[in-house]
Nanobody, 124 residues
């Protein structure tokens, strides 16, 4: 089992940057594929980015490709989401999630563990 805690959210102006972190508990973090999702008010939770257990493969939603970068440090049990060129439509609660066996999955149902979320608000 793994517990996830996100941090790094906040309020920034359009065009700015934020770096989200997701710290995981447990000794088996390196065996989990990780993902970031987001949910805006009144909308369904949507896939943002994912990274394989080794970090060798990364996956992005079209809406963030070229602006966001997912990475992980297995020695620190942490996954990151670097967000640049932020837009008002990026405003949402951002969640990290973990799964085993579904590298790059865009389907939230395939993730077994979730963090509590961190709010990201982009002003225009």
């Amino acid at each position: 089992q793994v517990q996830l805690v996100e941090s790094g959210g906040g309020l920034v102006q359009a065009g700015g940057s934020l770096r989200l972190s997701c710290a995981a508990s447990g000794r088996t973090f390196s065996s989990y594929n990780m993902g970031w999702f987001r949910q805006a008010p009144g909308k369904e939770r949507e896939f943002v980015a994912a990274i394989s257990w080794s970090g060798a493969r990364t996956y992005y939603a079209d809406s963030v490709k070229g602006r966001f970068t997912i990475s992980r440090d297995n020695a620190k049990n942490t996954v990151y989401l670097q967000m640049n060129s932020l837009k008002p439509e990026d405003t949402a609660v951002y969640y990290c999630a973990a799964n085993q066996g579904y590298s790059g999955s865009q389907y939230h149902a395939q993730y077994n563990y979730w963090g509590q979320g961190t709010q990201v608000t982009i002003s225009s």
